[in-house]
């Protein structure tokens, strides 16, 4: 099996999502806020959680319980693309009601980073699904995953405990953003060096620094890209009802799509565990 150590890294961004949203989230999880944040962090934390328990139990040859939790991938997946699109609700509705200075410059960029995100994660899932016979494909679109979570809690660590790291820091609101995009280099450059180990097997590495590239400068420059913030007033007026749906769709045609791509119901000699 590839990837023999990868369950610490996923363990490492679950643990940089604890402490990155200890202070904003977690300490305060029992007080008022919006559903949005829970149902995020939730889905994400056990998406991950997930991704540890499947990779532990096919290195140790646990193969039907690995299957068992590929099977509740396909109800989770809906759920997980059901929190990106209620944070990205939320971002929406405070950037409707004015609610803020940096409210207004930071949220069209916090919402189109999500866009993002969502979007890579349908593709990697699908394409994970699709290319579940081949073992090192599988794994590594399973794997890539994590590395779309990573941006935001990081770079609320490093704002908070080491803000020298950030060589591209900027002052005033679009400090945040350049936080965002230093962390997302931070993934490029480890999903390139994944690539060019394994060139062969590489595609989902080059895949995800393709997403998280595009996600960094999208971000940073957000707040001077032309109509982006009118864009995104307009989708503050969909009915939320109505964004949810167009989530939990995406996420349940990128399960069906990829599991009929990979060839649904036909055994091969070659056949490795979903």
Known sequence: MPYKHA???????????????????????????????????????????????????????????????????????????????????????????????????????FGIAMVIALAAYVTLFYLALKHRRNVKLHAGYMLVTPMILFESPFGRLMDQYFPWLNIIRTEGPHEVLSSIAFSDGMMVALAMALYFMDRKHGAPWLLAAAFIGVQAVVVWFAPSIPGLATAFGVYATIPQGVSILIGLAMGVSAGWLGWRAGGAGKRKPTAVPA
């Open 7 to 109: 369950h610490y890294f996923v363990g490492v961004v679950l643990l940089v999502i604890i402490g990155g949203f200890w202070a904003s989230y977690f300490s305060i999880a029992n007080g008022p806020m919006p559903l949005a944040f829970h149902v995020h962090a939730i889905t994400s934390m056990a998406w991950l959680m997930l991704l540890i328990a499947q990779h532990v139990a096919i290195h140790r040859r646990a193969n039907a319980l690995h299957k068992q939790m590929g099977k509740a991938s396909f109800a989770m997946f809906p759920l997980l693309m059901l929190g990106f699109v209620m944070i990205i609700n939320v971002s929406a509705q405070r950037f409707a009601v004015q609610e803020g200075p940096g409210i207004v410059y930071r949220a069209p960029a």
